[in-house]
């Protein structure tokens, strides 16, 4: 095979939409997850959908679950159609350990097994600290951090503590350099990150790894939109990282594959930062982000 420079810094192709990749070549065996089922938290959209597709089209089923039942289920729609694996979309919300109880439960019912549980539910918006009321900061963290800590020991006790598991939380680099305007998900995310390790500790003799996976700017995503990735990309901000681009949610969901399958089996307790470089270089602006988050960046669609 030729040469070609580069190659290995080179994104596969993607699209910006929630919908499924129209072309894709296997980089990993097809088959590293069949027979496998993964549950998946806010598997209908951004990143999440992109895990589900990605791990279905390595032979797992999936459950993707998240508080709107429609998203989900046309979501569902559009995994099976491209890759004729089973999806299940079930409606719950991670800050309810009932609701997610009973899901899982629906889940076991439907498959009678649940080898993966990738906890990818969150919420975010870009705010200074001084406009944060209590109560955003509790939401935030009820989501991403309790979230995670309900689906976990709910996937335990119903599954993994007797056959096993993995876990694969999907965090962010919010807190290595204080990142403005991201106090409460820099926050609610670092405190997944500790998670993981005690986890990892605690389940470890169980046979169920536990490991963080922490994107950078990934496009076509609602974080992107949220966060002003589009006026870092006008500004040329992410000539700055030293991949020098924004990242694709299949880069994300191919380390999530790493990570959830037995390719990492020595893995755990650890973080995978998936991010071009971008928290070792990146502006960290107080003021400049100030004024995106005055300009509305934080909620425009
Ligand atoms: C300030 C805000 C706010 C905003 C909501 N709040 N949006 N405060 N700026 N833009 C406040 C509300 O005023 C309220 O506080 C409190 O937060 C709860 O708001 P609700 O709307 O009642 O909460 P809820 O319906 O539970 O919705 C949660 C949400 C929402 C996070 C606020 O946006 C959501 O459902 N998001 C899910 C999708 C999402 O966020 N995707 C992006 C993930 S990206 P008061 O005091 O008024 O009661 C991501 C990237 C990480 O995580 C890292 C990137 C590098
Ligand atoms: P997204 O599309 O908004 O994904 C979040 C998902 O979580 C949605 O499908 C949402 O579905 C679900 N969700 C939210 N609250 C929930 C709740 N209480 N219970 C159940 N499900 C809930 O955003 P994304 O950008 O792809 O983000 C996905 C993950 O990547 C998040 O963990 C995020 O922090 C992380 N991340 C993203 C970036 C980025 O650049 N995008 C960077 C670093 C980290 P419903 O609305 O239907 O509930």
Known sequence: MAEVAGAACAPPPDVDSDDCLRDYRHLFSPDILAGQVAFITGGGSGIGFRIAEIFMRHGCRTVIASRNLQRVSEASKKLVAATGQQCLPLCTDVRQPQALAAAVEEALRQFQRIDILVNNAAGNFLCPASA????????VLDIDTMGTFNAS??????????????????????????????????????????????????????????????????????????????WAEQGSLFDGIPLQRAGTKTEIAHSALYLASPLSSYVTGTTLVVDGGSWLTSANSFPALLD????????AP
Do not use: C
């Open 153 to 230: 020991k709910v996937l335990f006790e119903k599954y993994f503590r007797d056959h096993g598991g993995v876990i694969v939380n999907i965090t962010a680099t919010l807190s290595y350099r204080g990142q403005a305007l991201q106090v409460h998900a820099g926050a609610a995310k670092a405190a997944i990150d500790a998670m993981t390790r005690h986890l990892a500790v605690e389940w470890g003799p169980s046979k169920i790894r536990v490991n963080s996976l922490a994107p950078g700017p990934v496009a076509g995503t609602e974080g992107y939109r949220r966060l002003g990735g589009k």
């Open 292 to 299: 995106v988050w005055a300009a509305g960046a934080s909620t």
């Open 132 to 139: 944060l009321s209590f109560n955003a900061f509790r939401t």
